[in-house]
């Protein structure tokens, strides 16, 4: 029998502070039984020779400091698998929601997992072929990697995640992903959304869901993440599955990060987020990847909405820092209808350069796009120009290059919802749109692919 | 005695408290600051880092979960350090000097706890061939022999600080690290045996003679570094910039392409896959130098940004006192820090567990002088024992949140770096690559290499370099004009200037580092380059004041010869002679109003 505590000394926020504690490991988990009988799960943040600081996953609301008993577990947070996780949804601490009953566990693994060694790790380079041009073709998403959308509050980042899921796949190799999904702080409908979506297309059969929605505990959604990521190592690296991970919303993960550091009273960083948190997102983050000696695979979506539409907000920043570039939605293209509203010009793909190109998407690949974009970013200038000084101020050039701008936007970002393009699509339209620029513009392409490409 | 393996235990005690990645112990009283201590039952490796009456705090290199109250730890008697011998070259190891490769024989794919490994190999022979004999008198830094490590390394085994006497015995042949290759015999009579590796503690400068203004620029290939903002050899420079502006990238270009001897690269809190990226590509690439692959001369230190968060301080100084080591053998050494923000990251995280004051954005106090102290290590020198000239060049990353320069890291790192190649958000998203910007960035090392450059370059070199500075200065108050008044308002010189400075943004400053045609350019090409722009541009702006039209000169077909000078290979160096002749003949052309399609 585990020894059972009376003794909290106080409750502050979502933590408390047990004393006269023995044999307390750090990190380790607690169960909290409140003196309505209800009981909560508990974790270490903090031992002192006999006082440990507990922090709360469902809060401490209804607890108070005499009848609140503690108990340690002598072990980390764990999540139960085995194979029989496909197809089922648990709660943001693994525990099951779906009526079904509580799997059988193979084993139990700890959710903070390891640090991959760089060592072991084989460089992405697999293209993984989205059917989006403004992300196949401009920031290429390859297998293995994180690939965070920036979003803002009331954009369809949600139905960009879908359509990647939906739509995702490796050319030339039957093999499908399957889908691992993390919830956390997002409401009923819109993990609905996903749930309907992955049922349509079948994907649910596969795929494992984890959900801490808008009114579940917040401090539960720290485990969020690092649950769907356990789940997605042994799916990835014990059952040989290529798995895509949607997580969703990582700010209000942030938020409850943040909450748990004000709750400490730890000093804080960039507008009250903790100094740790660059290094919190990134044990979550690089667990992204792939692994020389396996077959499986992590690729990570993870999706954020910039407070305010700022990408310098620490949330966006700290992340794009982290993750191997950032797909930015933008307000003015949905604003004008365009679907994906797909800013191109700050989103990024680090790894487009090895998984494109001749046997792996076109030889054209590379110098095309970076066409594209030397393209549209001088035509948006000339745009920019005309409002000041009105359209005729600009050269017969400029204009070419601001119509070539508005052009890109509506027919080559501009795709909607259910259209599955594929690559050769995606570059064809792109000559195409670029015979609306004078030839002697086009300084990033090669004479032989203008021969070739441009019909 | 070592810090990895099984210490002589000197003293142990209990921990008392546990936050994080700081431990508080009690029970070790006379340990020393510094010193490495192994904590609890998985023999976690930390470093005390702090010492308050009977209190020891500690910060532990390893994920500290699990650890209770009451476990033992024991102290080492001996501060964190790295080994240094052969071995080193083409190694990558973690923030503590662990071999990545062997961590992983040890413990697969993911790292586990309280792995114990050596720097170096112990059981791998290395032929050894002495350069002095029985009888020379030796001080500390003089070379005794060495071994040929790479094919590009010679490694040279050096008396170590605080040895010095006559020569009792000298080997020769095939030896391992710890096998003595050498006695000396002190003033005293006591006799020390040496082997071909030391320990250093990684908190602690090498020694050297004395040290020197840089003389020399350091070549690296990328146009808009060697020729605009040059970084000297034994000089210290810094790239700041948001996510994405392009920071990884010049490291990697740099670690690829610079002609240092031996190349110490960092990967301090940053992804695990840059590092992977390096280990693939570098046993691939042939150094340009010495034709063999760029592995063979480089050192890599690998903390990424999910490995334990106090071996990533670590992680700076144990690259630093290995590529100080190579100095010491007369080698110029050049050392990438890939992020110096997440370093300093850690110390704020560990200052914050130990309850210091903050300052400035929550980071310590000390940041500053931890800073000026790190980049202090790198210069040109006398190394110890004389005779010998070496130097460390240190490029650090910067990463300031949100990209603003008035971040503490940033505004610490510029007081004492020479080179700031300012990287900015609007070029990348623009992706004109490098994006270090033209108006923002500077060297201080102009006038030290000015002789150097004049002598070995062009005697030219730096007045095109202003003639092109001073264009794209000009360039960037036309534009206001432009902003407000349209193109039109322009004269035709002045449009000459900003379609020159085009010139020069797109067919020179540009470099795409992912093309192998062009990833490199050696600077005599760089130098006649810019100097066919240039003599483009004066030739354009004689002739415009002789009569010619602007517009006619816009459309001359020698400029697609300049905007693929870039291509132009060593074994082609003619070729820009006909592009100065073609530049000559076709703008005289369009004097008498003729067009030169
Ligand atoms: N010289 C260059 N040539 C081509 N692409 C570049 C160059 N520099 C940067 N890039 C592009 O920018 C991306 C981000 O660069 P990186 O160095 O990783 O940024 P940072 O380290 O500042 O976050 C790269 O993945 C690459 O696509
Ligand atoms: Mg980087």
Redo the contacts between chains.
């Keep these: 029998m585990k020894q059972e505590y009376f003794t909290v000394k106080s409750i502050a926020g979502p933590l408390f502070y047990v004393e006269k504690t023995q044999n307390v490991s750090y990190g380790e988990i607690a169960t909290v039984r409140l003196p309505s009988g209800e009981e909560r799960l508990g974790q270490v943040l903090e031992v002192n020779e006999d006082v440990v600081l507990l922090q709360l996953f469902a809060g401490t609301s209804g607890a108070n400091l005499n009848n609140s008993r503690v108990k340690f577990l002598g072990k980390g947070l764990e999540l139960p698998v085995s194979k029989d996780i496909q197809g089922r949804i648990f709660d943001g601490l693994g525990r099951p929601i779906d009526g079904a009953p509580e799997v059988i566990p193979e084993r139990k693994l700890d959710i903070n997992g390891l640090a991959m060694n760089p060592y072991a790790r084989s460089y992405p380079d697999e293209f993984i072929e989205t059917g989006i041009s403004a992300i196949d073709a401009m920031n290429t998403l390859v297998r293995g990697q994180k690939l965070p959308i920036f979003s803002g509050s009331g954009l369809p980042h949600n139905q960009l995640a879908a359509q990647i899921a939906r739509q995702a796949k490796v050319r030339g190799k039957g093999e499908e992903f399957c889908v691992v999904f993390a919830a956390m702080g997002i409401t009923f409908e819109e993990a609905e959304y996903f749930k309907n979506d992955f049922q349509k297309t079948g994907a649910i059969e596969r795929a494992v869901m984890f959900l801490n929605l808008a009114d579940d505990p917040a401090i539960e959604r720290l485990a969020t993440p690092r649950m769907a990521l356990t789940a997605a190592e042994y799916l990835a690296y014990e059952k040989d599955f290529h798995v895509l991970v949607i997580m969703t919303n990582m700010t209000n993960y942030a938020e409850a990060l943040r909450e748990v550091s004000a709750a400490r009273k730890e000093i804080p960083g960039r507008r009250g987020y903790p100094g740790y948190m660059y290094t919190d997102l990134a044990t979550i983050y690089e667990r992204a990847g792939r692994i020389k000696n396996k077959k499986g695979s992590i690729t990570q979506i993870p999706i954020l909405t910039m407070p305010n539409d700022d990408k310098t907000h620490p949330i966006p920043d700290l992340t794009g820092y982290i993750t191997e570039g950032q797909i930015i939605i933008s307000r003015e293209l949905e604003h004008n209808n365009v679907y994906p509203p797909i800013d191109v010009l700050p989103s990024l793909s680090r790894l487009k350069q090895k998984g494109i190109g001749e046997g792996k998407t076109r030889e054209d690949h590379s110098a095309v796009t970076s066409q594209l974009f030397a393209a549209y970013a001088r035509g948006k200038q000339a745009k920019e120009l005309a409002i000041i000084l009105g359209e005729a101020a600009l050269s017969d050039v400029d204009k070419s290059f601001s119509k070539f701008a508005d052009e890109y936007e509506k027919k080559y970002v501009s795709q909607g919802e259910y259209i599955d393009r594929s690559i050769e699509e995606s570059l064809d339209l792109a000559w195409e749109l670029l015979r609306m620029l004078p030839k002697e513009e086009l300084k990033r392409v090669k004479e032989e692919h203008i021969r070739k490409y441009m019909k | 005695m070592d810090i990895k393996g099984t210490a002589v235990i000197s003293k142990s005690g209990r921990i ?5 990645p700081v431990i508080v112990a009690e029970g070790l009283e006379g340990v020393q600051m510094n010193e490495v201590v192994r904590v609890g039952k998985a023999k976690l490796i930390g470093e005390v880092v702090e010492l308050a009456g009977k209190d020891v705090s500690i910060q532990v290199y390893e ?8 476990e033992e730890v024991e102290s080492s008697g001996s501060p964190l350090s790295v080994e240094l011998g052969p071995g080193l070259i083409g190694s ?1 190891y973690d923030g503590i000097q662990r071999p ?2 062997i ?2 024989k040890k ?6 706890r309280g792995i114990a490994v050596y720097g170096l190999p112990k059981d791998k022979k290395w032929s050894f061939r002495p350069s002095v004999k029985k009888g020379d008198a030796v001080k500390p830094g003089n070379v005794i022999g060495s071994v040929k490590e790479t094919a590009i390394i010679e490694h040279k085994i050096m008396v170590p600080p605080g040895v010095e006497g006559i020569v009792h015995e000298i080997s020769s042949g095939e030896f391992t690290v710890e096998e003595e290759v050498a006695v000396i015999t002190g003033a005293d009579g006591s006799k020390t045996g040496i082997r071909m590796y030391t320990k250093w503690p990684v908190r602690l400068k090498r020694p050297y003679n004395r040290k020197f203004s840089p003389v020399e620029p350091l070549i690296s290939g990328q146009r808009v570094i060697d020729t605009f903002f040059p970084i000297a050899k034994g000089g210290v420079a810094c790239i700041p910039g ?3 502006s392009g920071k990884t990238v010049v490291q990697q270009q740099l670690a690829k392409w610079t002609d240092a001897d031996v190349v110490v690269y960092i ?1 301090c ?1 940053e ?3 840059e ?3 390096v ?2 590509e570098f046993p691939e690439l042939e150094d340009p130098y010495s034709g063999e692959p760029l592995i063979k001369r480089t050192v890599l230190i ?1 903390n ?6 106090a071996a990533r301080e670590a992680s700076i100084y144990t690259g630093t006192t290995i590529a100080e080591y190579f100095r010491d053998m007369g080698y110029k050494v050049a050392l990438m820090a890939d992020s110096t923000s ?1 370093w300093a ?1 850690a110390l ?2 560990m200052s ?1 567990r130990l309850e210091e004051m ?1 300052g400035e ?2 980071y310590p106090a000390y940041l500053a002088s931890r800073v000026a102290e790190f980049y202090e290590r790198g210069g040109r020198v006398e190394c110890l024992g004389g005779g010998r000239e070496g130097s460390l060049s240190i490029i650090g990353a910067v ?1 300031p ?4 320069l008035s971040d503490p890291v940033v505004k610490n790192t510029l007081r004492v770096v020479k080179v700031f190649w300012g990287l900015d ?1 609007d070029l990348s ?3 004109h690559f490098p994006a270090i910007h033209w108006l923002r960035s500077y060297s201080l090392y102009l006038d030290n290499i000015n002789d150097y450059c004049a002598a070995n370059i062009g005697k030219d070199f730096t007045d095109i370099r202003n003639t092109a500075m001073s264009i794209l200065q000009k360039e960037e108050s036309l534009q206001e004009i ?2 407000l ?4 308002s322009l004269s035709d010189r002045d449009r000459q200037v900003m379609d020159t400075a085009k010139m020069i943004r ?1 067919d020179f400053l540009q470099q795409h580092a ?1 093309d192998p045609d062009e990833t490199y350019t050696p600077i005599g090409q760089q130098y006649r380059m810019l100097k066919s722009i240039i003599n483009f541009y004066d030739t354009a702006v004689s002739a415009i004041e002789e009569g010619s039209r602007f517009e006619n000169i816009t459309i001359l077909s020698v400029r ?1 010869k300049i ?1 693929r000078m870039k291509y132009i290979t060593k074994d082609r160096m003619g070729e820009f002679d006909d592009i100065d002749r073609e530049i000559k003949q076709q703008i005289k052309g369009t004097k008498d109003g003729s067009d030169n399609r």
């Design positions: 008392k408290r546990i936050s994080g994920e500290t979960s699990g650890l209770r109250p009451g990558i990545l490769d961590v992983m413990s697969g794919n993911f790292i586990k948001p996510f994405g990967g809190g992804r695990g896959n590092m992977t990226d280990l693939q690998a990424t940004s999910n490995m334990p968060v997440r990251e704020r995280e914050g903050p954005e929550g990463s949140p949100g990209g603003d958000d998203s623009q992706r432009v902003r008044v349209g193109e039109e797109e992912f697609e905007a």
